[in-house]
T-cell receptor
Framework: AQTVTQSQPEMSVQEAETVTLSCTYD???????LFWYKQPPSRQMILVIR??????QNATENRFSVNFQKAAKSFSLKISDSQLGDAAMYFC??????????FGTGTRLQVFP | NAGVTQTPKFRILKIGQSMTLQCAQD?????MYWYRQDPGMGLKLIYY???????DKGEVPNGYNVSRSTTEDFPLRLELAAPSQTSVYFC???????????FGPGTRLTVL
């Protein structure tokens, strides 16, 4: 069975600095998708970034980028130039095709001015 | 919310009561999902549907029922509510072509 592990329950970063959130997963599949979702206090689940496993190039969305290491089954999220609005829970998730999402337990990110 | 609506936003139930959580989408997509999020945890799949008339169990289906009579609506039914069902419930829709799931705003349910 597929599993997703986020080993950092909480992280903190100074405004304008860079922070990296870790995620590892376990699967025997070769084709799948990985996602990072942001959940602010409003509880809304917001897609931050996605990565297709068949793509070697790491995905980037503005200040957010990933380090996807397929052989190591690692999928970390880097947030550059952190802003106060980045403070939220961040969830790593795995999905194969249109199957269900499997979530990690989340990392709470605090951003200090 | 990418056209995914959920009602109600909040609800308090007494043990043994029943209720239906509503989810509707206006994007004509086939795949829909119900997740629950317990405090301090990630989301877990309750039920999902690949189209009208087709539903299947997810990871934590006990105590819930679903139906999918139309593409637009995917209601989640709680029978005989229990305190263990206190959670935040999210409905999601699969969005091609990027294989993303977009979530509704959630329903916070408390069972006392």
């Amino acid at each position: 069975a597929q599993t997703v592990t986020q080993s950092q329950p909480e992280m903190s970063v100074q405004e304008a600095e860079t922070v990296t959130l870790s995620c590892t997963y376990d699967t025997s599949e070769s084709d799948y998708y990985l996602f990072w979702y942001k959940q602010p206090p409003s509880r809304q689940m917001i897609l931050v970034i996605r990565q297709e496993a068949y793509k070697q190039q790491n995905a980037t969305e503005n200040r957010f980028s990933v380090n996807f290491q397929k052989a190591a089954k690692s999928f970390s999220l880097k947030i550059s130039d952190s802003q106060l609005g980045d403070a939220a829970m961040y969830f790593c998730a795995y999905r194969r095709d249109t199957d269900k999402l499997i979530f990690g337990t989340g990392t709470r990110l605090q951003v200090f001015p | 919310n990418a056209g995914v609506t959920q009602t109600p936003k909040f609800r308090i139930l007494k043990i043994g009561q029943s209720m239906t959580l509503q989810c509707a989408q206006d994007m004509n997509h086939n795949y829909m999902y119900w997740y629950r999020q317990d405090p301090g945890m990630g989301l877990k799949l309750i039920y999902y549907s690949v189209g009208a008339g087709i539903t299947d169990k997810g990871e934590v289906p006990n105590g819930y029922n679903v139906s999918r009579s139309t593409t637009e609506d995917f209601p989640l039914r709680l029978e005989l509510a229990a305190p263990s069902q206190t959670s935040v419930y999210f409905c999601a829709v699969h969005m091609p072509p990027y294989n993303e799931q977009f979530f509704g705003p959630g329903t916070r349910l408390t069972v006392l």
